[in-house]
């Protein structure tokens, strides 16, 4: 069925809510998918838990990215809106809540700390270009093609890693 399909009338059903009380509550079904997303998105403690104790960038990227495509595999249509918003993302993350790409951001400049990743280039501007890398893996996923972990690894690495040939350091 999917959201674009699905009516307020239902979501007020299956939530046990009338449809004026949720119109209350919510301006339309877009703003109950933001907030589902949201809330997604600020439930970023453990990962925050794992940079406070130093872990490696590599292996903390590949978790919150592999975390990340389980819940879009369990919930494809609020990952269809996620992935694809119709306002786009700016270089700067949204400073009045907790997004996947502040998150995203911040790991990246833990790496720029640890000396894994780049230091000449802005951690925002990294961090759009893996988010966009990233996003459009997952929506092929949505669509039907299959990845598997070790694919999602693979993108995550060629994207930090980059495309060039590899040096000989």
């Not at 694809?84 to 790496?111: H, K, N, T, W």
């Amino acid at each position: 069925m999917g959201f674009a399909a699905t009516s307020v009338e239902e979501i007020a059903n299956r939530a046990g809510l009338t449809r004026k009380t949720v119109y209350n509550l919510f301006a339309s079904k877009y703003e109950i998918a933001s907030q589902l997303i949201a809330r997604v998105e600020a439930n970023d403690a453990p990962y925050r838990d794992r940079m406070k104790a130093g872990e490696d960038v590599f292996p903390l990227l590949e978790g919150v990215f592999l975390d990340s495509a389980c819940w879009c595999l369990a919930n494809p249509s609020l990952a269809k809106l996620a992935l694809a918003p119709a306002e786009r993302p700016s270089l700067e993350p949204p400073s009045d809540r907790p997004s996947f790409q502040r998150l995203v951001r911040d790991i990246l400049v833990l790496g720029q700390r640890q000396g894994v990743i780049r230091k000449d280039d802005d951690p925002n501007f990294m961090a759009l270009i893996l988010l966009g890398v990233y996003g459009q893996a997952m929506l092929s996923i949505l669509a039907g093609r299959h990845f598997t972990e070790d694919e999602i690894r693979r993108l995550i690495r060629i994207v930090v890693e980059g495309i060039g040939e590899r040096s000989s350091r």
